[in-house]
Structure formats: structure tokens, C-alpha cells
């Protein structure tokens, strides 16, 4: 790391192991009993009055929800392990860019430029707050939940914006 490269702020980044395992709960839940009624259907299934499915398709259909269920548990439990095991690289802002992790299932510290980030925005999909940084090429993604503080939130956005303002300024002169 360069001298300009001295990180000012870093924010400890974690996911919820509990509510990683909550949702492969859940899914354990609904795999066993779609599985179940999969198992013991002997009824047909109209879904929505538009699509109607024989005995044989109906429990055809259970299956692959079941199916389904099951890999989302497999999915949790592979994240769970994975970030037990490799851990999940903070989020830092130096001088010149922004590191945060990226990837799945295993995250790895991505470094973007400042000079290359054309825009913030922030969303919230079923609780999960997002923080979007805009290059020309892509949309990189920071979960904010994973700050552990709505504080830590506001101090990363805060002062990423005011990083992006001085090398703006900067790249003017």
C-alpha cells in the first residue's frame, strides 16, 4: 500500500449468521412439508384459474418446490460456512478508492477508484439495504446491513460522498 494509500476509515462488514440460518430454517420448514404433500397428493392444482395440473403434474410440481426448498437450505448453510471459515473483508476508504467485498459464495475485497464511481443511490429490497456505486461499465453493490449500526451506515455513505466530492474537485483543477 502506497503512502496516498493509507486507509481513513474502515467498517468492520459482517453478515447475520442469524438470520442466514432463520431463512434455511424456513426453507428446511417448507421443504419438508411440500415434500410431505408432495408424497401423499392425490389431488389435482389449479394455480390462479390459468394453470391446471393432473394428480401426476400436481405432485410433480410439489417435487420441484421441494426441490427447491431444499437447495436454499444448502445455499445458507453454504454461506454460513463460508464466512465462518474465509470471513468477509471489511469495507475501507483510503485516499484514492473504496474496497468492499464482492462475490458469492466466498466474498473478496474489491478495490474500485473513486475517479471511476459515477453515482450513489441507495435502495431497500425486503429490509436489506443496499448501497449502489455507479461506474460507466457496472453497478457495484454494498449490503449495508452487514455494517452491524445504522451509524456505521451513515458514516460510510457520508463519507464516501464527501471522498467522491474532493476528488471531483480535485480532477478539475
Same mark, same amino acid.
Given at each position: 500500500? =502506497?503512502?496516498?494509500?493509507?486507509? !481513513?476509515?474502515?467498517?468492520?462488514?459482517?453478515? !447475520?449468521?442469524?438470520?442466514?440460518?432463520?431463512? $434455511?430454517?424456513?426453507?428446511?420448514?417448507? #421443504? #419438508?412439508?411440500? @415434500?410431505? +404433500?408432495? !408424497?401423499?397428493? =392425490? +389431488?389435482?392444482?389449479?394455480?390462479?384459474?390459468?394453470?391446471?395440473?393432473?394428480?401426476? @403434474? &400436481?405432485? =410433480?410440481?410439489?417435487?420441484?418446490?421441494?426441490?427447491?426448498?431444499?437447495?436454499?437450505?444448502?445455499? #445458507? @448453510?453454504?454461506? *454460513?460456512?463460508?464466512? %465462518?471459515?474465509? $470471513?468477509?473483508?471489511?469495507?475501507? %476508504?483510503?485516499?484514492? &478508492?473504496?474496497?468492499?467485498?464482492? /462475490?458469492?459464495?466466498?466474498?473478496?475485497?474489491?478495490?474500485?477508484?473513486? &475517479?471511476?464511481?459515477? /453515482?450513489?443511490?441507495?435502495?431497500?429490497?425486503? /429490509?436489506?439495504?443496499?448501497?449502489? %456505486?455507479?461506474?460507466?461499465?457496472? +453497478?457495484?453493490? *454494498? &449490503? %449495508?446491513?452487514?455494517? $452491524?449500526? +445504522?451509524?456505521?451506515?451513515?458514516?460510510?455513505?457520508?463519507?464516501? #460522498?464527501?471522498?467522491?466530492?474532493?476528488?471531483?474537485? $480535485?480532477?478539475? =483543477?
Amino acid at each position: 500500500m =502506497t503512502p496516498s494509500e493509507q486507509q !481513513s476509515m474502515t467498517f468492520r462488514c459482517r453478515p !447475520s449468521p442469524k438470520v442466514m440460518l432463520i431463512c $434455511g430454517l424456513f426453507f428446511a420448514a417448507c #421443504a #419438508a412439508v411440500i @415434500g410431505q +404433500k408432495a !408424497s401423499t397428493n =392425490t +389431488k389435482g392444482l389449479i394455480l390462479n384459474g390459468f394453470i391446471e395440473f393432473s394428480p401426476s @403434474g &400436481a405432485s =410433480t410440481f410439489y417435487w420441484v418446490l421441494t426441490a427447491l426448498s431444499i437447495l436454499f437450505v444448502l445455499v #445458507a @448453510g453454504w454461506m *454460513i460456512v463460508t464466512t %465462518l471459515v474465509h $470471513g468477509v473483508p471489511d469495507v475501507a %476508504l483510503t485516499n484514492e &478508492a473504496i474496497s468492499f467485498p464482492v /462475490g458469492f459464495p466466498i466474498k473478496r475485497p474489491f478495490r474500485l477508484p473513486y &475517479a471511476e464511481i459515477t /453515482g450513489l443511490s441507495q435502495s431497500e429490497v425486503s /429490509g436489506q439495504r443496499i448501497l449502489t %456505486l455507479h461506474t460507466a461499465a457496472k +453497478k457495484h453493490h *454494498i &449490503a %449495508l446491513n452487514w455494517l $452491524g449500526s +445504522k451509524d456505521a451506515e451513515v458514516a460510510l455513505t457520508r463519507e464516501l #460522498a464527501q471522498q467522491l466530492s474532493r476528488d471531483s474537485a $480535485g480532477s478539475e =483543477t
